[in-house]
C-alpha cells in the first residue's frame, strides 16, 4: 500500500465547476500536509498547508481527517488555469527526529471553456 | 518566486559519460534533496542532507551520488551515465527546524542516448 494514495484523474471539468481531490495517508503519526502544484513540465510548488481545522484561501478550501487520515482539497469555481497536477503531501517522522515529506503520484486536473 | 537554481536546465548526454547535475539556493537552508520523476509519474526521493557534510539516501535507490560542502550547494553525479537515468531530476530544500515546505528548482531534464 502506498503511503500517500490519490485518484489519478484525469478530472476534466468545464470552466465554473466546483471539483474535490481526495487524498488518504497510512502513517498515523504524521504531522503535517500540504497541498502542491505542479504544472506540465515544470516544479512543484506549495498551493496551501492542510490544518486541522481546516483553511481557505480565495477560492481553494482544504480539509483534514485525522481519524479517517483523510485530507481533501476543494476548488470552486474553477478557471482554466487551474489546469495542473494537485500533488497530496505528507510530512512524516523519521529518525533521528527528523522528518521527510512524502508526495503522493497527484491528481491530473484539467479545465476546459 | 524561490531561490533555488538548478543547472544545467536540459541534458543531452551519450552513454559512459559522467555527469554532475548542479543545485545551489540562496535561502541559507540547512535540509536540500534530490526527487527523480519521470513524466507523469510521481516523485521519488533519491538522496537527502540536512547540513553541511551530511548526506543520506532516499527511498527509491539511485547510482547517483551526492556531496555537501557547503550549505547552498548540493551537486549530483552520475560517473556513468545510461539511458536508464534519462529523467526529470528536481532538487528542493527546507527549513532545519519544524515540519516546513520544500521550494523546488526547474529541474534538470536528462536524456541519455
Known amino acids: 500500500r502506498k503511503e500517500v494514495e490519490q485518484d489519478p484523474g484525469p478530472f476534466n471539468v468545464p470552466e465554473g465547476a466546483t471539483v474535490a481531490f481526495n487524498c488518504t495517508y497510512s502513517?498515523?503519526?504524521?504531522?503535517?500536509f500540504f497541498w502542491y502544484r505542479q504544472d506540465c513540465r515544470k516544479e512543484p510548488k506549495l498551493l496551501m498547508s492542510?490544518?486541522?481545522s481546516g483553511n481557505e484561501d480565495g477560492r481553494f478550501t482544504a480539509q483534514l481527517n485525522r481519524a479517517s487520515q483523510y485530507i481533501s482539497l476543494l476548488i470552486r469555481d474553477s478557471k482554466l488555469s487551474d489546469s495542473a497536477t494537485y500533488l497530496c503531501?505528507?510530512?512524516?517522522?523519521?529518525?533521528?527526529?527528523?522528518?521527510?515529506?512524502?508526495f503522493g503520484a497527484g491528481t491530473r486536473l484539467a479545465v476546459h471553456p | 518566486e524561490a531561490d533555488i537554481y538548478q543547472t544545467p536546465r536540459y541534458l543531452v548526454i551519450g552513454t559512459g559519460k559522467k555527469i554532475t547535475l548542479e543545485c545551489s539556493q540562496t535561502?541559507?537552508?540547512?535540509?536540500m534533496y534530490w526527487y527523480q520523476q519521470d513524466p507523469g509519474m510521481e516523485l521519488h526521493l533519491i538522496h537527502y542532507?540536512?547540513?553541511?557534510?551530511?548526506?543520506e539516501k532516499g527511498d527509491l535507490s539511485s547510482e547517483s551520488t551526492v556531496s555537501r560542502i557547503r550549505t547552498e550547494h548540493f551537486p549530483l553525479t552520475l560517473e556513468s551515465a545510461r539511458p536508464s537515468h534519462t529523467s526529470q531530476y528536481l532538487c528542493?530544500?527546507?527549513?532545519?527546524?519544524?515540519?516546513?515546505?520544500?521550494?523546488f528548482g526547474p529541474g534538470t531534464r536528462l536524456t541519455v542516448l
Open positions: 535561502m541559507g537552508h540547512d535540509k
Open positions: 502513517n498515523s503519526a504524521s504531522q503535517s
Open positions: 528542493a530544500s527546507s527549513e532545519a527546524s519544524g515540519a516546513t515546505e520544500q521550494f
Open positions: 492542510v490544518y486541522s
Open positions: 503531501v505528507v510530512n512524516e517522522p523519521f529518525s533521528g527526529g527528523y522528518n521527510k515529506l512524502i
Open positions: 542532507s540536512y547540513g553541511v557534510n551530511s548526506t
